[in-house]
């Protein structure tokens, strides 16, 4: 099922998006082939932790956030990944690990690698293990305002 806030949010801006059900998958590499998706393409949430504050990370698949370059980004003091369990109930509408880059709708700055925009499109988990959302990049980019940084 899909996130009601996002999906609520994004026929709110009448923005153009598709879903696509797949197997259950919890890692984004494992959805993106499901899915048959380009690792490149499907972007993977990461809650990390910057001088205290929560952010989301969005990467894609075939990367991993490398800490120590988006520390030195962000020109923070400390940067790390948020386990599960510390933020499982900030995203009431998501199943646990399936939430969407959507940060602006749960009050989190986004963070987002530049290799994303690379592509006309983005793929995303949008609050389920067993469904993906496909949307512009150019109307990712306009409704969250993400940060670009290298990670």
Partial sequence: MLSPR???????????????????AFTALEVAQSAHIRGREMAKTVIVE???RRAMAVLPATRHVDLDQLRRSLGARQV??????AFRLDFPDCEVGAMPP???LFSMEVLVD?????DESIAFTAGSHSEVMRMAYRDFAR???PTP???
């Fill in 149 to 151: 940084v290298a990670m």
């Fill in 102 to 104: 959507f940060g602006n």
């Fill in 114 to 118: 530049p290799a994303l925009a690379e």
């Fill in 6 to 24: 996002l999906k609520g949010f994004l026929d709110a801006q009448e923005v153009s998006y598709a879903t696509t059900p797949h197997r259950q």
């Fill in 80 to 85: 790390r990944i948020t386990p599960e369990c």
């Fill in 50 to 52: 910057v001088d205290g």
């Fill in 143 to 145: 409704l969250v305002r």
